[in-house]
T-cell receptor
Framework: RKEVEQDPGPFNVPEGATVAFNCTYSNSASQSFFWYRQDCRKEPKLLMSVYSSGNEDGRFTAQLNRASQYISLLIRDSKLSDSATYLC?????????????FGPGTRLSVLP | DADVTQTPRNRITKTGKRIMLECSQTKGHDRMYWYRQDPGLGLRLIYY???????NKGEISDGYSVSRQAQAKFSLSLESAIPNQTALYFC????????????FGPGTRLTVL
């Protein structure tokens, strides 16, 4: 099993729709998780951190299920500006546990 | 001004050439990272450094070397570039003061012919 796997996408949704992405991870000792957003040919930027069961920031909700080892990202009332690739990030299984593994990303296109 | 800068932003080079990518940061972070991104593969860690005297190999360090010249500077070198090193390269920093947030530079698009 890969360390981090994500819904392959792409997701094409109309404006105003609710969309959810899933991310599964293999390192059961992971304590912190992240969702980054990456626009085409640009650098990734932090969208949300998840340290406990979940986190909510406006239209964005991240939920963590430790038993099943997955994290989800829910976007409500999608905007055109939400179109991007969403990267799931989890701690790596290295000796220090201080590095992170990036998933391959899920691409979202919000259509007018 | 950007907190994490990378030079050059774009580079085309030939097989066998030595090339250096530079990264500078003004965030005062101790930790710096080099990643490469290939379509469909996500970001993969090449090297990382937790302070000036600390250098560690990442997942895909073969064919690369790094130098941490100062807290603010972390350079990545390709000693003899090959075509499969064509990729988008990102530098990142983090402070690990309870957040683990990584801050990325704008990226360097490298093409090896």
């Amino acid at each position: 099993r890969k360390e981090v796997e994500q819904d392959p996408g792409p997701f094409n949704v109309p404006e105003g729709a609710t969309v959810a992405f899933n991310c599964t991870y293999s390192n059961s000792a992971s304590q912190s998780f992240f969702w980054y957003r990456q626009d085409c040919r640009k650098e990734p930027k932090l969208l949300m951190s998840v340290y406990s069961s979940g986190n909510e920031d406006g239209r964005f909700t991240a939920q963590l299920n430790r038993a099943s080892q997955y994290i989800s990202l829910l976007i409500r009332d999608s905007k055109l500006s939400d179109s991007a690739t969403y990267l799931c990030v989890v701690p790596a299984r290295d000796n220090y546990g201080q590095n992170f593994v990036f998933g391959p990303g899920t691409r979202l296109s919000v259509l007018p | 001004d950007a907190d994490v800068t990378q030079t050059p932003r774009n580079r085309i080079t030939k097989t066998g050439k030595r090339i250096m990518l530079e990264c500078s940061q003004t965030k005062g972070h101790d930790r710096m990272y080099w990643y490469r991104q290939d379509p469909g593969l996500g970001l993969r860690l090449i090297y990382y450094s937790f302070d000036v005297k600390d250098i560690n190999k990442g997942e895909i360090s073969d064919g690369y070397s790094v130098s941490r010249q100062a807290q603010a500077k972390f350079s990545l070198s390709l000693e003899s570039a090959i075509p499969n090193q064509t990729a988008l390269y990102f530098c990142a920093t983090s402070d690990f003061l309870g957040t683990d947030t990584q801050y990325f530079g704008p990226g360097t698009r490298l093409t090896v012919l």
